[in-house]
């Protein structure tokens, strides 16, 4: 277990390493931030200060050593924009995306298991043959697409819900939440649904496929020769089984919500970090850019860890170790 | 639902069925018994044909600013040019016959799809199997980057690497294939892995005959059917993914617009109903998309008969 | 958690029935910080404006008004005497004196890592002496004649409650303490900002007791934002969204004629070996064809600039040969813009030598201004018409901005956004790319007129307002004979409300809740 866990922060650094320094280079190439953010007041003596000052008349392999430096000892770098350090301006937006990604899971779950559920125990109704059919459709409808077509019916047709931003939000814990506003709810309404619509095609999916695969098995036709009941069968044996895969799903798809977070956040002004590190990129703030992968790479090694850590929980079987 | 009898175990399902059936037959018959994959297979047919002649049929070239008119712009479905042509699904903000740009976005988007991933998984494939062969530090090493590269988001790495080399047809594949890759890679080795242990190769070792033959010749197409599976599904998602960067202004350049850069251009009439703009290119594009993945869901089951369809 | 879930429905409740004193505002450019001497941006300005004053401020045509400052005058060319204005309080009860406009002075060359400081309306200025509480004198090392338009730039702090904060006192509203029309009550501006309305403002009483301020960057989130009633006005409204709007009898469509300027930029910076631009078969030119006059008159003829404005920008643009829109300081009436005329443009380019025409790409933006990339196109069909067959490049800002400013295109669409004069956008977009005078800062096209060079210097330090106009208005008119670069048209401003609220519209691009009422 040790020695996995070392193995993955080893790894995690190494591709922290490699990716900052194709961001340097990348955002190098691509141009220089100073000619986008500067007011076309300025001149050129006041042009070259702003270059030092960003340290952008450095060697590139020069800057990206100071980067390092400050990484060492905790500090990001300021973001070129926002003049406040990086890691501060994302970490404050991203209460806003968690509370999407979470929300779309937690829908997806309690819409997904049941509906496959339902579709498992009984393949061959015609609501179970219309819900898989349906998610092939939720499979395929392109994530910006269906905002589009959400907003236009929901908020610009029938004017029921709101297109755009966050709504009310409460402190909780210091942080601001929607959840417990109802203007905050009525936001949250499309950007979740958007981002579910393909994670609980998922989920039913792989429910289904777990119940059909569980139940001509051996221990099950035993415990019904037993005499327990259907329920508690569906509720200790079937869901056992598939809590498996449903799990791993969680973990990858919350990850990946995240990083839809770019396409819905765009669409819906919602102010979390995807939309930040599209602006970011917009403007080729580096310090932002890198900081963001930094704080991705993170989530996604502590997502893994969890999926992982489950697994032995929930299947005694599996080690912690590969190959 | 035949499907079912499809989903008896294979070793009962060999006794039964005669010993003509070749395995391709086989999943023909059994691909065919899906009525919905047909009709995905069909349109998917009849779009294909429609991206290739495209250019013979439509009325206009969407791609050419000499052929468009500025003051044709934003015309509603069946509304006559200047010229007297008639734009049967309208005009977009630049005066381009929304047929024919529907017509030469899918050109483009299934291109896109289409080469990327047989690029991709020709790379892949190759690299997965070499991986799978080699065995050891090689290997190892070759898993380790697969791992990493699968463990991110696809649409952050295209959109990174779009950010840096800028838009382009061209680019939009690059950055597909560098995200698809792995997928096909993994697969490869895994199935190689269990191909490799297999008599024929152990027997195919034995006889001395060169490793790129046994390699190519043998394990190959031994592979192949699961990584068709998963070409088909890519080419869906890399539709999806071409689209959605060009939603995002950093896919194909604006005059040669894909099926996402439409959507994207319509966008912002959407709310002063001039809605022809977006709503035709998406149809179109889930269209494809629904039909690729009929197919591909389809396969899954026919190659891989232990999972239940 | 259940008294805390019940405070929330409770303050829920309150907020619904939300008073008709309350407006609520939706913006369309992103706030990148709250420090009023950060960064030069005009979100970034509208916003303090509401908090802090300065020494002058303009009109909706962007002519000078006294603010902080009553008035102001020349004592001789490199000295301003301002007269302050009496009584004003900080929002937190301090006075405002001539004390506290020197500390402003001295505190904006201090605000570090800047990525667009305010030292730029600043300069020239070499001291302040406070001669009594109320009067300034500022001393120039050369003459400033635009120095009272500069100050209008600058928000004033208070010498007392500013001494020691920093950017992120500003960005956690702990320090927005000024002495304009609003207090702040809460937020930020990822949030959004409450602003509540000050009572002892020297001016005109704002008409709302509470302010909403939020920044919604998505267009069409904007607009959809104003129809279903979370906001009460939106600026930048999409020109796509302009007619459905007019036509609803809730909102109503606000025009102003803004200052900024779109324009065809010309690769001069080459005579020889030409980039992005070939013969017509796609052979490679000896000789840049945009260095001969003819050939750059061609392409403006060959420019429709009013189906630009009509069809592409809806109607939202002026066309325009120069760089003042009608009505504001430095606009030459007799400088119209020319109707399209593509035939005289064939005759130029076959004069000019290129009787088959050549081939360009056009370069720009596709997510900086309004319509860029369809501007783009639009240009693109007609100069392809001409026989000048066009390859259009869109891309986004940023590697956009980069690579124009290394001279790596033939032609792109820049653009000029003036304070409301047009000496800085002409020293700075056609004067000589000179570094130690610090002319041509964004004169991407490298062109130079040594004649120009030398009448612009002439007129930009003229003292007298009415000649400087008039020696400005010539210099326009000589180097536009010379076609260095392609005027287009200037957009217009636009702002939608609802019918409820009253609001003229600024030729700057400024919203500001100060100058919105509750319609009579």
Known sequence: ?323 | MSAHASSASRSEQDEKLPITETPVRRMVREFMASPLAVSGLVVLSVLSLLAIFGPFIVPQNPYDLMQLDIMDSQLEPGAQSVAGMTYWLGTDDQGRDMLSGIIYGLRTSLGVGVISALVAALIGTSIGIYAAYAGGRTENLIMRVIDLQLSFPTILVALMILAFMGRGVMNVILALIIVEWSTYARTARGVALVERRKEYIEAAESLVIPRWRVLFKHLLPNCLPPLIVIATVQVGRSITLEATLSFLGLGVPITEPSLGLLISNGYQYMLSGKYWISLYPGIMLLVIIVAINLVGDQLRDVVNPRRQA | MMTRTLLVFASLLMSGAASAQNLKMGLGGQITSLDPHYHSASPNAAFSYTIFDRLTGTDENARLQPALATSWKMIDPLTWEFKLREGVKFHNGEDFTAEDVVFTFERIPKVTNSPGPYTSYLRGIERTEIVDPLTLRIRTSEPVPTLPLMLQRITILDSKTHANVTTEDFNSGKALIGTGPFKYVSGSSISGVKLARNDQHWGEKAAWETVDYRVVANNAARTAALLSGDVDMIDQVSSADVPRLSTNNAFEVVNATGLRLMYINLDHSRKENPVFITDASGKPLAKNPLTDVRVRQALSLAIDRKALAERVMDGLAVPSMQFMPPDTYGYAADIAAPAADPAKARALLAEAGYPQGFQITLHGSNDRFPNDARVLQAIGQMWTRIGVKTNVDAMPYGPFQSRASKQEFAAFLGTWGSAGEPGIGMTNTLATFDKEKGTGSINRGRYSNPAYDVALAAAVSEIDDTKREQAFQQVMRDVLNDMPILPLYIQKNTWALKKSIAFKGRADELTLPQEAKPSP
């Not at chain 1, 194709?22 to 141009?31: E, K, P, Q």
């Not at chain 1, 952008?56 to 770098?77: A, E, H, I, M, R």
């Not at chain 1, 777990?210 to 001509?216: A, H, K, S, T």
Request: glycine share 8%; proline share 5%.
């Open chain 1, 1 to 323: 277990m040790t020695t996995w866990l070392a193995q993955r922060l080893v790894q995690s650094v190494f591709v922290v390493l490699v990716m900052t320094a194709i961001v340097f280079v990348g955002v190098n190439v691509i141009g220089d931030p100073v000619s986008i953010l500067i007011s076309p007041d300025a001149n050129q003596q006041e042009r070259a200060r702003i270059v030092a000052e960003f340290g952008l008349d450095q060697p590139l392999w020069s800057q990206y050593l100071s980067f390092l430096k400050g990484t060492l000892q905790g500090n990001f770098g300021n973001s070129f924009v926002y003049g406040m350090p990086a890691l501060q301006v994302i970490l404050s937006r991203m209460p806003a995306t968690m509370e999407l990604a979470i929300a779309a899971i937690l829908l997806s779950v309690l819409i997904g298991v049941p509906l496959g559920l339902y579709a498992g125990l009984r393949p061959h109704s015609f609501f179970a043959k219309f819900m898989m059919a349906g998610s092939i459709l939720g499979f395929s409808v392109p994530l910006f697409w269906l905002a589009l077509i959400l907003i236009m019916f929901f908020s610009v047709y029938l004017g029921w819900l709101p297109a755009s931003g966050r709504g009310q939000t409460v402190d909780f814990l210091g942080i601001g939440w929607s959840f417990f506003t109802w203007d905050g709810l009525s936001h949250l309404c499309l950007p979740v649904l958007t981002l579910s619509i393909f994670k609980i095609s998922l989920i039913m999916r792989m429910v289904r496929a777990g119940v059909r695969e569980v139940l001509p098995q051996e221990y099950i036709k035993f415990a019904r020769a037993k005499g327990l009941s259907r329920q508690r069968l569906l509720y200790v044996h079937v869901l056992k089984n598939i809590m498996i895969p449903v799990v791993t799903i969680i973990g990858l798809e919350f990850g990946s919500l995240i990083a839809f977070s770019v396409v819905t956040e765009s669409i819906f002004s919602w102010p979390g970090m995807g939309k930040l590190i599209i602006d970011s990129i917009n403007v080729l703030d580096r310090p932002m850019i890198v900081a963001y992968l930094m704080i991705i790479v993170f989530i996604f090694v502590t997502i893994n860890l969890i999926v992982d850590i489950l697994y032995t929980t929930l299947d005694p079987r599996v080690r912690l170790s590969r190959d």
